[in-house]
């Protein structure tokens, strides 16, 4: 245990936790990675979307293994996902067809 009082034991925090506080930094850096942090994202130099497309995946898997763990935690994760989903194929020069993009193998396809 650490002597510094802001500084958790990770055995301490509550799974719904752990899970919830990693799919938002997957959100984040999907984000990123989608250059909707920049006010043109088609011009972002932080554009990628093949990491993009690994960061949704992860977040996809992540938060349909953990649906039932959520609680009220799980409309917004899901929301956040698709919202991801959605700029992902609009951000493709050649989207894929429905049920073929990041994630959907998990969530099933978006639209």
């Given at each position: 245990?650490?002597?510094?009082?802001?500084t958790?034991?990770?055995?301490?925090?509550p799974?719904?936790?752990?899970?919830?506080?990693?799919?938002?930094?997957?959100?984040?850096?999907?984000?990123?990675?989608?250059?909707?942090?920049?006010?043109?994202?088609?011009?972002?130099?932080?554009?990628?979307?093949?990491?993009?497309?690994r960061?949704?995946?992860?977040?996809?898997?992540?938060?349909?293994?953990?649906?039932?763990?959520?609680?009220?935690?799980?409309?917004?994760?899901?929301?956040?996902?698709?919202?991801?989903?959605?700029?992902?194929?609009?951000?493709?020069?050649?989207?894929?067809?429905?049920?073929?993009?990041?994630?959907?193998?998990?969530?099933?396809?978006?639209?």
């Amino acid at each position: 245990m650490t002597d510094d009082p802001s500084t958790r034991e990770l055995a301490d925090i509550p799974a719904v936790e752990v899970i919830t506080r990693s799919a938002v930094m997957l959100m984040s850096a999907a984000a990123e990675k989608l250059g909707l942090s920049d006010d043109d994202p088609d011009d972002s130099p932080r554009r990628d979307l093949d990491e993009a497309r690994r960061l949704i995946t992860a977040l996809a898997g992540l938060v349909t293994a953990s649906v039932e763990y959520l609680g009220p935690h799980a409309g917004p994760l899901r929301d956040g996902l698709k919202t991801l989903q959605l700029a992902f194929r609009e951000a493709s020069a050649a989207p894929e067809e429905p049920g073929k993009g990041p994630g959907e193998k998990f969530t099933g396809p978006v639209w």
